[in-house]
Each structure stands twice: as structure tokens, then as C-alpha cells.
């Protein structure tokens, strides 16, 4: 059983290292990383609205192209905030890069949050799986969306996103695992490092991307997800 301290289910950028070595000390793979590649990076964006625009932006497209899109909306309204984004017309963002059904993603979640319906600062006193619960009756948020997240706005400590490609690569490569190993399986996998499994994906997303030579990622996020929900 892991002994490690943290504060209300949430790890901070200052306790990564130690709860790195301490989860990597149960699990000769992690460990492995840690002593090849060093520790990982606190991969983070704050609990804000422009920060889950971002996170939608990014379902099943390159990291660059998400972040073009986000700063040619940052050029357009300067301060992304949901009253600016409604202000737009389709026209307007498409010329931002944004898709027929991205645009009605944000569109719907600028809606909520201009609202009053969806408070980020609200989520973060609740649980998990009430979190998730309530973001993904918004339009376009899936399981992935939620996982990244929980893991990097909100720093919860016990997250796997089955759905990333990033850590279920990194996972399959690390371990040795076939490239037809199906989520069920790499998620049976993950149960091993409960209840800290988020620290375990962070090192699988550090494996992932230190073994690709100049291989770079935005803060928050190393992977990219498969299909929308």
C-alpha cells in the first residue's frame, strides 16, 4: 500500500519529485524512468476558462495547431474570457482556426460560464467524480477532456486518461505491452498504482516524450486524445 503525503487528494509542483520516488519505488518500470531520465516537469495551467478552451481545442489535433488556434482567438479578443468569445461571430472564429464543432463547444461552455451555471473556482471543492459528472453534460467534453483537466488545472492525484495518447504509449512502450492492448487492459494496468495514479501517468508522459529527441510540449499537456467522448 503507498504511504505518501498529500493535501486534500491534490499534489503540488514542490512534492512531485518525492512522489515520484516514492511511487516509483513500488514499480521497477517508473523507477526505471526516474533514473533515466530525471524528474518530470509540473505540467500545469490555472483553473480558468481560457485553460479549458485550450484543453477542448486540442482534442484530436496536433498540440501546435490547438495552440495556433488559441493564440489567433488571444490576437482577436485579447483577453479570452467568455463575454469576448460570445461577442465573436462563426466567421470570426473560423478565421481563428476553429472548427464548425469547436465553435459551438466553446460557444456552449462560454455560454454556462457567462451564466453562472459553470464556476471553475466551484469544482475545485468537489470530488472527482462529481467533477466529471458535471462537465461532461457540456457539448464536445468526453473523459479525456475531464482527465487532463483534473490532472493539470486541478492536480488531482489519482487520474489515468485511458484516452491519451501520450500516456497509453508511453505505458505500452515502458512496459513492453502490445500495440493492440485495449484501454480496458492498460486501465486494468493503471489500478496497480492506486491511489496515486496520476503521478504514475505523469512519468509515463515524461517516458513518452524524453525518448523522442527534440520532442517539446505545451505546459499541461504531453498527449492528445483519441475520439470526443
Given at each position: 500500500?503507498?504511504?505518501?503525503?498529500?493535501?486534500?487528494?491534490?499534489?503540488?509542483?514542490?512534492?512531485?519529485?518525492?512522489?515520484?520516488?516514492?511511487?516509483?519505488?513500488?514499480?521497477?518500470?517508473?523507477?526505471?524512468?526516474?533514473?533515466?531520465?530525471?524528474?518530470?516537469?509540473?505540467?500545469?495551467?490555472?483553473?480558468?476558462?481560457?485553460?479549458?478552451?485550450?484543453?477542448?481545442?486540442?482534442?484530436?489535433?496536433?498540440?501546435?495547431?490547438?495552440?495556433?488556434?488559441?493564440?489567433?482567438?488571444?490576437?482577436?479578443?485579447?483577453?479570452?474570457?467568455?463575454?469576448?468569445?460570445?461577442?465573436?461571430?462563426?466567421?470570426?472564429?473560423?478565421?481563428?482556426?476553429?472548427?464548425?464543432?469547436?465553435?459551438?463547444?466553446?460557444?456552449?461552455?462560454?455560454?454556462?460560464?457567462?451564466?453562472?451555471?459553470?464556476?471553475?473556482?466551484?469544482?475545485?471543492?468537489?470530488?472527482?467524480?462529481?467533477?466529471?459528472?458535471?462537465?461532461v453534460r457540456?457539448?464536445?467534453?468526453?473523459?479525456?477532456?475531464?482527465?487532463?483537466?483534473?490532472?493539470?488545472?486541478?492536480?488531482?492525484?489519482?487520474?489515468?486518461?485511458?484516452g491519451d495518447?501520450?500516456?497509453?504509449?508511453?505505458?505500452?512502450?515502458?512496459?513492453?505491452?502490445?500495440?493492440?492492448?485495449?484501454?480496458?487492459?492498460?486501465?486494468?494496468?493503471?489500478?496497480?498504482?492506486?491511489?496515486?495514479?496520476?503521478?504514475?501517468?505523469?512519468?509515463?508522459?515524461?517516458?513518452?516524450?524524453?525518448?523522442?529527441?527534440?520532442?517539446?510540449?505545451?505546459?499541461?499537456?504531453?498527449?492528445?486524445?483519441?475520439?470526443?467522448?
Amino acid at each position: 500500500m503507498f504511504i505518501i503525503d498529500t493535501a486534500d487528494g491534490v499534489f503540488t509542483e514542490r512534492g512531485i519529485p518525492a512522489l515520484c520516488d516514492k511511487v516509483a519505488a513500488r514499480d521497477p518500470r517508473l523507477r526505471r524512468v526516474v533514473d533515466e531520465f530525471g524528474h518530470p516537469p509540473f505540467w500545469d495551467r490555472p483553473n480558468t476558462f481560457e485553460s479549458f478552451v485550450w484543453f477542448i481545442l486540442e482534442q484530436q489535433v496536433s498540440q501546435a495547431s490547438a495552440k495556433s488556434a488559441l493564440e489567433k482567438l488571444r490576437e482577436r479578443v485579447g483577453e479570452i474570457t467568455p463575454e469576448n468569445v460570445l461577442a465573436l461571430t462563426d466567421d470570426e472564429l473560423r478565421a481563428a482556426y476553429f472548427s464548425r464543432q469547436k465553435t459551438n463547444y466553446v460557444r456552449g461552455l462560454a455560454q454556462q460560464v457567462a451564466d453562472g451555471q459553470l464556476d471553475f473556482g466551484e469544482l475545485e471543492k468537489l470530488p472527482d467524480s462529481a467533477v466529471r459528472d458535471r462537465l461532461v453534460r457540456l457539448k464536445g467534453v468526453g473523459n479525456w477532456t475531464v482527465d487532463v483537466y483534473l490532472i493539470v488545472a486541478l492536480h488531482r492525484v489519482d487520474v489515468f486518461p485511458s484516452g491519451d495518447l501520450g500516456a497509453v504509449n508511453g505505458l505500452k512502450e515502458l512496459a513492453g505491452l502490445p500495440r493492440t492492448t485495449t484501454a480496458e487492459e492498460l486501465t486494468a494496468v493503471a489500478r496497480e498504482w492506486a491511489p496515486y495514479r496520476t503521478i504514475a501517468t505523469i512519468l509515463l508522459w515524461h517516458y513518452y516524450l524524453s525518448r523522442r529527441v527534440g520532442s517539446t510540449s505545451p505546459p499541461g499537456r504531453p498527449g492528445r486524445r483519441g475520439p470526443v467522448s
